[in-house]
């Protein structure tokens, strides 16, 4: 029965039967309202979320007072999986587009298996590792196209290409 | 590779003696002299390399311009680590790192790290969550930019600044 909650999901597919079960048995039960914050950008989360059904939008705030929307997700989706990894708050909002029910993993349940050793939790924790090292590599792509227009433009953009150039992941 | 040497690696201090040892045996000393590339941009994802001494450059190609340099890494003032993401990553690389002197190095073969992960072992798993550790911080600091420069943009209130502002929000990756 564990086993079968994480069946289907990416982030899990290189666990045995065994390591789904190990980390299936760990989820909780979670159910959201239409409009309701499952994810709030800049505040403490204290979990991953497998959305069993409904849909979710992802956004993030540019301006004060103005969100751009990152992506629509549906069900099978995890969110607030890189949190498990980069700290305890979150870098995207994530609000219900209807009801939502969904399984939840504490985070500090997650890291105490990490320190005892469980492989389980480490090929879930690698499997993060590479969605943001794809994650990275796709934005330093965009990166690079933007300062090469940056370049072609004869306004004075230095600025802004320096700016960007800065914090270029290598 | 002599395994007291990598113990003097910081790099491999959370792993345990057992699982430095694994490493050991993957591991491989390579020296690069000066003006030698220990990575080229635009290439297959790389392996990993632990400084041990010397000096790197790291350069990214403009269109139309020489290259750009982002960084200057020397090892003997602090831990040196490139080319992480390519162990975890399929995308090619992103930047050159170049020898500015005599460059010696620890080599984590991509090859030899894909295979202990498909072999399930732990010590791979562990030297894969440190790396996406590092990686987070990186991306933090890189969004962090992003919107700033996004901010900025808007507030010149520029027509022709349209175009890059939204180039930038479209393209935006998830973080």
């Not at chain 2, 290439?43 to 982002?70: M, N, Q, W, Y």
């Not at chain 2, 991306?139 to 600044?161: A, P, Y």
Request: net charge negative; glycine share 6%; with cysteine.
């Amino acid at each position: 029965m564990h086993v079968a909650r994480l069946e289907g999901l990416p982030l899990f597919e290189d666990l045995t039967s065994e390591e789904k079960a190990e980390l299936g048995a760990l989820l909780e039960p979670a159910s959201f309202g239409a409009g309701t914050k499952i994810l709030e950008e800049g505040a403490p989360t204290g979990y991953l979320y497998v959305i069993t059904s409904g849909a979710v939008e992802v956004s993030k705030e540019v301006f004060p007072g103005h969100r751009q929307c990152l992506a629509i997700l549906e069900k099978p989706a995890i969110v607030g999986e890189i949190t498990l990894i980069n700290g305890p708050r979150a870098t995207a909002s994530v609000m219900a587009q209807g009801p939502v029910e969904a399984w939840r993993l504490s985070h500090e349940t997650f890291l105490e298996k990490l320190e005892a050793g469980s492989l389980a939790a480490y090929k879930v924790a690698y499997q993060i590792g590479r969605i943001l090292a794809e994650r990275m590599a796709k934005t330093d792509e965009s990166i690079a196209e933007i300062v090469a227009q940056l370049e072609k433009s004869d306004r004075d953009f230095e600025a802004f290409r320096d700016k960007l150039i800065q914090e270029w992941s290598f | 590779m002599n395994e007291d040497r990598q113990r003097n690696v910081d790099f491999f201090q959370f792993l345990s003696d057992e699982e430095r040892a694994e490493f050991a045996e993957a591991a491989e000393l390579v020296v690069f002299a000066p003006g030698e590339n220990l990575i080229e941009e635009k290439a297959e994802p790389s392996s990993l390399f632990v400084l041990t001494s010397g000096k790197v450059e790291v350069c990214k190609r403009i269109p139309g311009h020489d290259d750009r340099l982002l960084a200057v890494l020397d090892a003997t003032n602090e831990r040196t680590v490139v080319g992480e993401r390519g162990l975890l990553t399929d995308s090619r690389t992103s930047a050159t790192v170049r020898a500015q002197v005599e460059v010696e190095a620890v080599k984590i073969p991509r090859k030899k790290f894909q295979a202990m992960i498909r072999e399930g072992r732990p010590a791979a798993y562990k030297l894969a969550y440190c790396i996406s550790r590092t990686l987070t911080q990186r991306l933090r600091r890189l969004d962090e930019q992003v919107v700033e420069t996004i901010r900025e943009l808007d507030h010149r209130r520029e027509t022709d600044l349209d175009a890059f502002r939204d180039k930038l929000m479209t393209e935006w990756s998830l973080l």
